[in-house]
């Protein structure tokens, strides 16, 4: 086994003599322990884990890339906070290091998922991320829902906007006088029937980058056309249910010039969103490929918005003979599929306590509020005692006190372990309830392959840590189907069995 160690330790740890020393001696114990090779140290000072952008710690990008390339078969760190202070971001990766067939050890917090078996169970741990996701961005938006009732602006402000008053967090926005020029050009460039890219083009050109979530970053038709249906600017907010209500902020540009900008846009554009060869992702997207050509299968819609599969090399124009079909025809086919799919109950057990020893090991957000509320006294106390200048203490204040509005309790509400239990014990009903992005999410974790052959989902190829269970449903399955096929007229199957 090829062990490799991530040690980190951020600029504040620097300070309190947080030793890389002591994790470098803790992983060479342990490999001398359990006979493994110590094959590489990847060591990164100065950065914190509480992000949710690996770019802005290299070194744990470069850990996980070469993870994704099998360069070793084990990751260790010293403690769970190491690899990250966010449990949400610790499952992301969770399932790329399962994805890789990597195994993950931490030493302090004794999680080994280095075995055939630990394996397993970091790929399901990683299949939970969706889950955990959508069951924290729950609890998210009754606060936005609160905001949005009272007419007010949620989250980072767009490209051409600001708050009035930074200090106050129901200040309303107002127009920034450094880029609300380039916003109303950039609707009147589409009123002009220009391109996405073209406008994208001209406001590079004019110096402007993006604002809000896209961060500070040369535009793109992609940025671009979400300014240009950003109802904000016309002074509405989403209701959280397909449609808009009026805010408080004031318009930032008129009816007049939204519609033809839209106008535009539609005279402009060159394919249709609905065209049957648009690529759209759905619950068979990257997985599914033609029995015929072995190549790719892709998914387009239909006019009346239906979703459809077909041969990416037939599209092209290339010889082969596949069929294409509606998606709900190969869904349903796999849903029928999971139905015999079993995890036993001693694994299903198994995945729960781990999923809950991770969790615990992540209840540590009473100890970061109360450093951040020590930050906050000692930046007020810097500033009376003349150190830090106004500017810097208010930059410093605003910046705790996000990271203090951030802070979210850890889940320990027990409906999560009981949904997380019912999708463990019954597969078909966690893919009957998904959406296309969640069903893709939990095809991608089942099955390396999905073979699809003219309106016939004709084969599966499981992943590899989950073929034994696989191969235990369909055991089960098969002794049903010749018991049913033995049986006597008019008999029961099950009572005659």
Not at 92 to 106: C, D, I, N, T, W
Not at 218 to 236: K, Q
Not at 400 to 415: A, F, G, N, S, T
Request: charged share 30%; with cysteine; aromatic share 10%.
């Amino acid at each position: 086994m090829r062990a490799r160690l991530y040690a980190r330790v951020s600029t504040e740890e620097q300070t309190e003599g947080y030793s890389i020393d002591a994790q470098r001696r803790a992983f060479q114990a342990l490999c001398q322990s359990k006979g493994w090779t110590p094959d590489y140290e990847y060591i990164e000072e100065g950065k914190s884990a509480h992000t949710d952008n690996i770019r802005k710690r290299p070194v744990f990008k470069q850990a996980i890339d070469d993870a994704l390339a099998v360069k070793y078969d084990v990751l260790v760190v010293h403690k769970i906070d190491r690899f990250s202070r966010k449990l949400k971001i610790t499952l992301e990766y969770f399932e790329k290091l399962g994805q890789a067939g990597v195994g993950f050890v931490s030493i302090e917090n004794q999680m080994d998922y280095s075995t055939p078996t630990g394996k397993f169970m970091l790929v399901m741990q990683g299949g939970l991320a969706e889950l955990y996701s959508d069951n924290l961005s729950q609890e998210t938006k009754k606060g936005w829902a609160e905001r949005k009732a009272q007419g007010l602006y949620c989250g980072l402000l767009p490209f051409g906007a600001k708050k009035r008053n930074k200090r106050k967090s129901k200040s309303l926005p107002v127009p920034n006088p450094d880029t609300y020029t380039g916003l109303t050009m950039a609707f009147q460039l589409a009123a002009l029937g220009k391109s996405d890219r073209q406008i994208a083009e001209a406001l590079n050109g004019k110096g402007y980058r993006t604002a809000g979530n896209q961060g500070n970053q040369p535009f793109s038709s992609d940025t671009v056309r979400g300014i240009l249906t950003n109802r904000f600017y016309l002074g509405e907010l989403p209701d959280g249910n397909g449609g808009y209500i009026k805010g408080k902020h004031k318009p930032f540009v008129s009816q007049a010039l939204w519609d033809a900008a839209q106008e535009g846009r539609a005279r402009n554009r060159k394919s249709p969103k609905n065209h049957p060869s648009h690529g759209t992702l759905s619950s068979l997207t990257g997985y599914a490929y033609c029995w015929y050509c072995k190549g790719r299968m892709r998914t387009g819609s239909t006019k009346n918005g239906k979703k459809r599969i077909m041969c990416a090399n037939r599209i092209k124009g290339r010889d082969c003979q596949q069929q294409s079909a509606v998606l709900e025809a190969y869904e349903a086919q796999i849903e029928a599929y999971l139905e015999n799919f079993i995890i036993p109950n001693d694994y299903q057990q198994k995945i729960l306590e781990a999923h809950s020893k991770l969790e615990a090991a992540y209840d540590d957000s009473e100890k970061r509020r109360n450093e951040l509320l020590a930050r906050l006294e000692r930046n007020k106390k810097l500033f009376r005692w003349g150190d830090i200048g106004e500017q810097e203490y208010i930059a410093e204040k605003d910046n705790i006190e996000k990271d203090l509005r951030l802070l979210i309790p850890p889940q320990k509400d027990v409906k999560v372990l009981d949904k997380l239990a019912t999708f463990l014990a019954n597969v078909a009903q966690a893919w009957r309830e998904a959406d296309q992005g969640q069903r893709n999410a939990l095809g991608r974790q089942l099955f390396d392959e999905v073979w699809l052959k003219d309106k016939q989902v004709i084969a599966v190829k499981p992943r590899a840590e989950l073929e034994p269970f696989f191969r235990i449903s369909y055991d089960e399955w098969s002794k049903k189907f010749e018991c049913a096929a033995s049986t006597p007229i008019g008999v029961a199957p099950d009572t005659f069995c």
